[in-house]
């Protein structure tokens, strides 16, 4: 059974830093692309930031890049989104995914294949 974790979510005051993770169990975390998505209230979830399962490439939505930076450590089967310099618009529950066997890396959430049940991230102004 596929199960992912979120943890290191919290309360935060603006330009401060949190870092996500996502522990990963019942797979095979090393062929798995993983990604990160959040989800604020009355908003539909969207892409944050995505990782190879090969940790060879990265990439991040417009609203976070040079701020968030996702990460693997594929002998702990985690992955971690550091995230620096919060905004009020970063409150969201964040969300681990993942993509199964040496998936090309993608922001669309219906190619994923395993979700996590989330993390609250709020920052106050």
């Known amino acids: 059974q596929v199960q992912l974790v979120e943890s290191g979510g919290g309360l935060v005051q603006a330009g401060g830093s949190l870092r996500l993770s996502c522990a990963a169990s019942?797979?095979?975390?090393?062929?798995?692309?993983m990604g990160w998505f959040r989800q604020a209230p009355g908003e539909e979830r969207v892409f944050v930031a995505t990782?190879?399962?090969?940790?060879?490439?990265?990439y991040y939505a417009d609203s976070v890049k040079g701020r968030f930076t996702i990460s693997r450590d594929n002998a702990k089967s985690t992955v971690y989104l550091q995230m620096t310099s919060l905004k009020p618009e970063d409150t969201a529950v964040y969300y681990c995914?993942?993509?199964?066997?040496?998936?090309?890396?993608?922001?669309?959430?219906?190619?994923?294949?395993?979700w996590g049940q989330g993390t609250q991230v709020t920052v106050s102004s």
């Open positions: 995914a993942a993509k199964k066997y040496y998936a090309s890396v993608t922001s669309d959430s219906y190619e994923y294949d395993y």
């Open positions: 990782i190879r399962w090969s940790n060879s490439y990265s």
């Open positions: 019942g797979l095979t975390f090393s062929t798995y692309t």
